[in-house]
């Protein structure tokens, strides 16, 4: 667990490297600021209010909204030794909580980049990790109603991903598109400053997710976790390999970029599933989301949804996605009180494989339907209320001549020989 | 082992680092493309058909060839809840493997680079990783021939690196040098993109390595994992500074590119008796791969041998001598059906190093040139076979323009500020 | 601890990417050279005699002076099998401690950049890591004196960082400020190469600090491992907010330098109080390290000390405020020789907060003024003698066009598309 953490932890530099590696140059250090503050923003906002709304120990389970109090509750009163002893302790459980939140706000980063104000970003991170991302989770994690109905989701398609796509979506339509994005009906091409750095970003956000889906087992099992690490590599290359292929058929170009967005989509694909679907079938999940990362794309840009780095195809669509694949190829083992393998009828039976139970397509949708419905519209609210007050976007002398010079009074990239 | 995949992981994300710093700029995109993809090859293919090959438990040990059938079989029928117990699961031992066999490929692309055509090159991954890499693996690590005959080759000095660098030099002969590379008998210097991205890349492979031979002992043994990571250290320590010297003494200059290989000579190096040669002699075994690599890359250029990046000085050369190396340093513990030591003459003794007995000179010999000889065979094979039918080699035009433009339509860093 | 290692090795990519990343292009790779050098020596030399300094078995606890003879000695008589057995091998513990070794000249390297002789640095990082961090370090670590003396210091905001920063210290006041930097009373600005690689740079040191500092709990323990990992985050959070805050406040921009410098100090901060301070008040201690941090770099810059990276004031100024803030901040729970929690008046107690004893302020200081006046004098005796010897500073010719040309023969980036 405490290893996983890391790991998520340096999906934080991911996505920093895959938004600085695909956002323009004259852009680079605002993105750059803005990644390096929302895991900051958020492990102390969901230390300060964050977890205890997330995994709220005195509500109910099939709550809708359960407080502990503000900062972790520990089980006795000093901080320092404090801890809830089991399979991991209360703080490693803390901090890969707090790890995957910011990551919700990082989605939105990526999409509204280029030209949001900084101040809007930041408050609108404060909100969202601090409110929007843990209410939604208790549904599921903190054991609330969703996770009551049946609501199946591992390591977070929904919630993590699909909300902070949600998000993210809600951001790009109150923002609208960067300046010439689109031009007499045209989208216009942007260059990134740097494919290298954009490769570096996906090739750690895939190690992250090793710690992202590993951890989740929340136990060392090694048959558990190994199945996962697997499920999760096989999806990660047919999602690239899905990609290449439509990117291929539809532009007639081997597209680094969606390769790389379609490695994302395989990941964020089988993350909702990745424990309880078998490694043939996340083959073909990744494959799909492969696919849909890129129409997604092209659907976003024909309605002048300009994103800049594709969260929401990435995150969004195949957060969705991976969230209903569990509903058509997932099975789970069901045990009893005893911990024996029982079937459907009720009955000992000695293998998980006979004990295994099909999840329910429905309660996929529901849960869904039921997340991104809230953090759609909490993310708009939010997004519109700073419009009207603080104002989201900066002046377009700013977005023209790039953020950089103007809010930082420095340049991402020096490479000066000459004096 | 689990760890160590993830560790084994990031050396793709090196290898992508090394070669984008080293390689030019105009073909940027097209190394990362490559390299991006190679992974994804890998562990598909070792999934659909290199790991029954590579670990056939249907065949007799001391075979030639053997296979279990497509898909890594498990112990029950089921896929999600199959698995070998053990000290690590058969899903993690796949991954693990197949993390290795995609890195046999990537060495090859490293030298191949700025003038192979992609499409080539990705069949001959396809192939090279599916078959020839598993079938020779198999020889030693799949209780093969070669391990019935006493050859011992700890995480791959051989099996991996001298297999990938074998590939790498057919791939270069069949190839030729890049256009401009040797004019009049003189080398002529084609500076790479980024040296920091190179740096980067050698400190992930350093980091990777840990995982390479750490994970290598399969099991979690504190005493044997740690030795095995303090002489993986100090050979990579004392490769830079071979390599360092070497330099200094040949060119007069202190040559970054050549301690940055000199690091992975003595990684290298040490692979293949990591777990068998004492600290102190790992120092050495380093310091003597670090001196090979460069007078092995100034040999190649004699022989207008171009490898962008050094990868058969690294991986061949240094392959070769620490194969050998375990057969003058290495010694091994023997031990009973017991568990007790025992020394050579077959008495129980009580420590380790009286049971200690020297590896065989002529086993790893013979292993060097068995395996050379098929992975260089089967690639000079591949690579021809592929010359005179989809062809190997871009035109002239978009070499001297550089791939990007003309494979991908994007460049590999765009940082401008003036609009 | 063997993981902990390799996020510790991690550090090294991260102080060569920072300083490379705030370094001038026309430096970088004579940046990189050092920064790859740097733990090679430093590990090789603390192989060969640090270790031996720094943990000496034959010595009486309490000693100022203890060394046990070249080589790190084991147990057995061969050392391929030799360990010493408990919670971490011996091997284990000397990588983990050659890797902090080095990291205290990684640290000097960072301020002295841009100016110094390669010569001059690496014979100081020689003495350095091989005499004066290990004598310094046996006396907390090793149980000399200062341990007997009641002083406190996890994880090495004293005997690493702030070691680290005063032989900073001493070089850049040998040296002299770079050329240009400060022009009629005015401090002029020297852009770095690239900022997307600094923020690479601290977001691996941060990732690495779980390692140093997770690392130096010498076990598995998961209660205190993920307390340490909670405050560790949580300082580095409020020293990145600290550092922007104070930043905005003086220099009216968001400046994203000063922000991944406060995480640095933040992380400095609460090193030595790691297991010790309760997460409200690593808020806290890293709160304030990063308003110390920019008011740091401020005061050097008006005596014209000129620290490229800004390593006196993460390292020093922030070092010595964590190990202070321990005898403010700190407690430790008190066992006997039983393991039972005792308190203050020797009575057994049931929880650890009951028995928690304040840590010494005075002990605190006493320990920071040794080892601060040790590491500040030798650093600047070694650099005296080198700067009359050797020379320690190249011509101003050189400096004037970059180090990269003169030294090396290569420049560190080569974007270029036209030919």
Redesign the interface.
């Given at each position: 667990m405490?290893?996983s953490?890391?790991?998520v932890?340096?999906m934080?530099?991911g996505f920093?490297?895959v938004e600085?590696?695909f956002g323009?140059?004259?852009n680079?250090?605002n993105i750059?600021?803005k990644?390096?503050?929302t895991?900051?923003i958020g492990?102390?906002t969901f230390?300060l209010i964050g977890f205890s709304l997330m995994y709220p120990r005195t509500a109910e389970p099939g709550f809708f909204f359960g407080f502990d109090g503000f900062?972790?509750q520990m089980n006795?009163?000093?901080?320092?030794?404090?801890?809830t002893?089991g399979a991991?302790?209360r703080?490693?459980d803390?901090?890969f909580q707090?790890m995957f939140a910011a990551t919700a706000a990082t989605i939105v980063s990526g999409a509204v980049a280029e030209r949001i104000k900084?101040s809007a970003y930041l408050i609108f991170t404060l909100i969202f990790v601090g409110l929007v991302y843990p209410i939604v989770g208790s549904w599921k994690w903190g054991t609330g109603w969703l996770d009551a109905l049946g609501f199946y989701d591992f390591a977070g398609s929904t919630l993590v991903h699909s909300v902070g796509g949600w998000g993210a979506l809600a951001g790009i339509i109150v923002l609208g598109p960067r300046i010439g994005k689109y031009v007499d009906g045209k989208v216009v091409d942007k260059?990134?400053?740097?494919?290298?750095?954009a490769?570096?970003g996906?090739?750690?956000l895939?190690?992250g997710w090793?710690?992202f889906n590993?951890g989740s087992v929340l136990s060392g099992d090694?048959?558990a976790?190994?199945?996962v690490?697997?499920t999760t590599?096989?999806a990660?290359?047919?999602g690239?390999?899905g990609a290449?292929f439509t990117a291929l058929f539809m532009f007639n170009?081997?597209?680094?970029?969606m390769?790389?967005n379609g490695?994302l989509a395989g990941l964020v694909g089988i993350t909702a599933g990745a424990d309880?679907?078998?490694?043939?079938y996340a083959?073909l999940v990744g494959f799909i989301a492969g696919i849909l990362v890129v129409l997604s794309a092209v659907a976003l840009d024909k309605f002048h949804l300009d994103d800049v780095v594709g969260a929401v195809s990435v995150h969004l669509t195949c957060g969705v996605w991976g969230t209903l694949a569990v509903g058509i190829f997932g099975?789970k083992?069901i045990t009893n009180d005893n911990g024996e393998f029982i079937n459907a009828a009720g009955n000992v039976v000695s293998?998980?494989?006979e004990a295994?139970n099909a999840l329910s397509f429905s309660s996929q949708l529901i849960g869904v339907a039921a997340c991104g419905a809230t953090a759609f519209i909490s993310a708009f609210a939010i997004f519109i209320v700073l419009k009207y007050t603080v104002g989201i976007r900066v002046s377009a002398e700013h977005e023209?001549?790039?953020m950089d010079s103007h809010?930082?009074?420095?340049?991402?990239?020096?490479?000066?020989?000459d004096?």
């Open positions: 405490m290893i953490t890391a790991l932890f340096i934080h530099l920093a490297t600085a590696g323009q140059a004259k680079t250090v750059l600021f990644n390096t503050l895991p900051i492990l102390v230390y900062f972790p006795e009163g000093d901080q320092t030794f404090a801890y002893s991991y302790t703080w490693t803390f901090l707090a900084l260059p990134g400053s740097s494919v290298p750095l490769v570096i996906v090739f750690l895939w190690l090793f710690g590993g090694p048959e976790v190994s199945l690490l697997v590599s096989l990660a290359c047919t690239g390999l290449m170009r081997l597209d680094l970029g390769v790389l490695i309880v679907i078998s490694p043939n083959l099975f083992a293998t998980a494989a295994a023209r001549q790039g809010e930082h009074g420095i340049r991402g990239y020096t490479i000066i020989y004096e």
